[in-house]
C-alpha cells in the first residue's frame, strides 16, 4: 500500500511508531496531486509549501515526543469556503477570486491545534450554491468512479479529493446536504452535525441558518476523529451550542443491541431510483438478521421540504451576499458612481446560479411576498421538525439513501434547475430540522458509488457514528479509493 492510500487512523498508528513521517506522507500525498489532479481538478489551491512546512513542525512534535493528537502530521483538504489565513480563500467565485483572509475560521483554527497539514483548497459550487460542483467559477470537479461524472455538490472538490486519494481527509459544508451528496457519489464518509455542533466563524454564509461544517473521510472512524477536533462551543459564533463534546472515538465500538432504526416511506417512492432504495433495503433485512428493530415510519411534509428549502435559503443568501459589492474587498469593476459601479460588480462578478438565488431571495423578501412566502416556508420548516420529533419517539435512528440517483452525466442538468434541485430531496429535511445526519457507502450499481443515510435527533452525533461504524463493518465498505490510473 502506498502512502497516500492510508487513512487517518492507519497514518497516524505509523507515525506514532515512527515507521513513517509526516513530510513522506505528504509528499506522498502531493505526489498523488501531482499525477491526477489534472483529470480530477479537485483543488483550487494547491498548498505545497504550506504542506511541507506543517509536515516539518508536526515532524518536530513527534521526535520530541511532545503532545500529539490523531491528526499530528495528516494531510487534510479544506473547501475553500473557510478561511485560510494567509491563504487565498475564493468560495468558487469571481468575485473573490483573489481573497486572501486575516483569519482563520474556527474550524480552521481548531485543526492547527491539533496538528493537520493542509495540502489545498477544494472545488465547490460557486458560494456552495450547487449540487454538482460544476457552478465553480473556475472549472467544473469530475467523479473519480467516473471522471465523465459530476462528484455532486457543493462540496464536490473535498469529496473527490478524498476518494481519489488526494488528502487523508478534508472539511466540506452542508447546507441542504453539500457534504453528504457528494459524499454519496464519490463514495466516502460524510457527515453533517447538529446545527450549532461545529462553529460557522470563518465560514463564508450562504444560507445562515442551515450552514454547517461537516468531515469527509473515507471511514467512519476517521469521521469521528475529524469531528472530534472541529466540534464545540465558540463565543464567536451565536448560534455555537454550549455543550461539552462527547468522546466520539470512544462511542464508536460500544453496543447496538436494542436498537430501532426508521425507514421513513417518503424517501424510497417517488423520484428515487428503485435500484437504490432496495440496496437500502437489502442493508435493513441484513441489519434485521443481527437483531436491529426496522419499522417503517411517516414522515409527511416531506414532500414540502424541497420548496421551503428554496424559500428560506435564497432569501438568506440574498442578505448575506448583499457585502459584495466591489466597495471594501474582492472584485470591483470600474465605473463613473458608484451605483454604475455596484451593478457592474455584482453582474460580472456573481455566476448564473448564484444571481438566479439572490433574485429568488431578494423577491421573496420583498413587500408584499414576505408572508406570502418566506413566512409560510418557515412555518412548514416547523411541521418538518415536528415530523422527525415524532419519528424519534418510536425510532433512535432514520435510514434512506442519500441521493434518489447516481451520478450523473456532466451537463445533464445544468439547463434544468428544479431536475438539479431534485438531487437533494433526501438531505434537505436534515438541515430544515437542524439534525445530524450521516452518508455512508453501501453498494455500487453499474460501477457508481450508493450512499445510505442515517439521521439522528439533536445531539446524536455519538449514536449516528456508533450505527454507522456497525453498518460499515457490516456492509463491509471502507476505504474504496476510486480505481485512477497514473499515466
Not at 276 to 299: D, H
Amino acid at each position: 500500500m502506498k502512502l497516500w492510500q492510508l487513512t487517518v487512523q492507519e497514518a497516524h498508528r505509523l507515525l506514532l511508531k515512527r515507521d513513517i513521517s509526516s513530510r513522506e506522507l505528504t509528499e506522498s500525498v502531493l505526489d498523488r496531486i501531482a499525477q491526477v489532479e489534472d483529470r480530477v481538478k479537485a483543488f483550487i489551491t494547491v498548498t505545497e509549501s504550506v504542506a511541507r512546512q506543517m509536515a516539518e513542525e508536526a515532524d518536530r512534535r513527534l521526535r520530541q515526543g511532545e503532545h500529539v493528537t490523531p491528526l499530528t502530521g495528516i494531510p487534510i483538504a479544506i473547501k475553500d469556503v473557510l478561511c485560510t489565513k494567509g491563504i487565498r480563500t475564493t468560495c468558487g467565485s469571481r468575485i473573490l477570486e483573489n481573497f486572501v483572509p486575516p483569519y482563520d475560521a474556527t474550524c480552521v483554527k481548531r485543526l492547527k491545534e491539533w496538528g493537520a497539514v493542509f495540502v489545498g483548497k477544494t472545488n465547490m459550487d460557486e458560494f456552495a450554491m450547487g449540487s454538482s460542483t460544476e457552478f465553480s467559477a473556475f472549472f467544473p470537479t469530475a467523479n473519480p468512479w467516473d471522471l465523465k461524472r459530476v462528484p455532486g455538490g457543493s462540496s464536490g472538490g473535498s469529496a473527490a479529493a478524498v476518494a481519489a486519494g488526494e488528502c487523508c481527509a478534508a472539511l466540506g459544508t452542508d447546507t441542504g446536504g453539500s457534504v453528504r451528496q457528494p459524499a454519496s457519489f464519490c463514495g466516502i464518509v460524510g457527515l453533517k452535525p447538529t446545527y450549532g455542533r461545529v462553529s460557522r466563524f470563518g465560514l463564508i454564509a450562504f444560507a445562515s441558518s442551515l450552514d454547517q461544517v461537516g468531515p469527509m473521510t473515507r471511514t467512519v472512524a476517521d469521521c469521528a476523529v475529524l469531528l472530534q477536533a472541529i466540534a464545540g462551543h465558540d463565543p464567536w459564533d451565536s448560534t455555537s451550542i454550549p455543550e461539552p463534546v462527547p468522546d466520539y472515538l470512544q462511542e464508536l465500538n460500544k453496543e447496538v443491541n436494542g436498537l430501532t432504526i426508521g425507514l421513513p416511506k417518503e424517501y424510497f417512492g417517488e423520484g428515487v431510483d428503485q435500484r437504490i432504495a432496495q440496496m437500502i433495503y437489502g442493508v435493513a433485512k441484513k441489519l434485521e438478521t443481527l437483531g436491529v428493530r426496522i419499522e417503517e415510519v411517516s414522515l409527511p411534509t416531506t414532500e414540502y421540504a424541497l420548496s421551503a428549502y428554496y424559500i428560506i435559503a435564497p432569501a438568506e443568501a440574498s442578505s448575506n451576499l448583499a457585502r459584495y459589492d466591489g466597495v471594501q474587498y474582492g472584485y470591483r469593476v470600474p465605473a463613473d458612481d458608484i451605483v454604475e459601479m455596484y451593478c457592474k460588480t455584482r453582474k460580472e462578478g456573481f455566476g448564473r446560479e448564484v444571481k438566479h438565488r439572490i433574485m429568488l431571495g431578494t423577491y421573496t423578501l420583498s413587500s408584499g411576498y414576505y408572508e406570502a412566502y418566506y413566512l409560510r416556508a418557515a412555518k412548514v420548516r416547523s411541521l418538518i421538525r415536528r415530523d422527525f420529533e415524532k419519528a424519534f419517539q418510536t425510532c433512535q435512528l432514520l435510514m434512506s439513501p442519500t441521493s434518489p440517483i447516481l451520478p450523473f452525466p456532466m451537463g445533464e442538468r445544468t439547463t434544468d434547475p428544479l431536475l438539479m434541485k431534485m438531487c437533494d430531496i433526501c438531505t434537505i429535511p436534515a438541515n430544515m430540522a437542524g439534525l445530524p445526519a450521516i452518508s455512508l457507502p453501501c453498494g455500487f450499481i453499474d460501477g457508481l458509488p450508493v450512499g445510505l443515510q442515517l439521521t439522528g435527533p439533536p445531539l446524536s452525533e455519538p449514536l449516528l457514528l456508533r450505527g454507522a461504524n456497525w453498518i460499515e463493518k457490516q456492509v463491509g465498505l471502507f476505504n474504496c479509493l476510486a480505481p485512477l490510473s497514473v499515466p
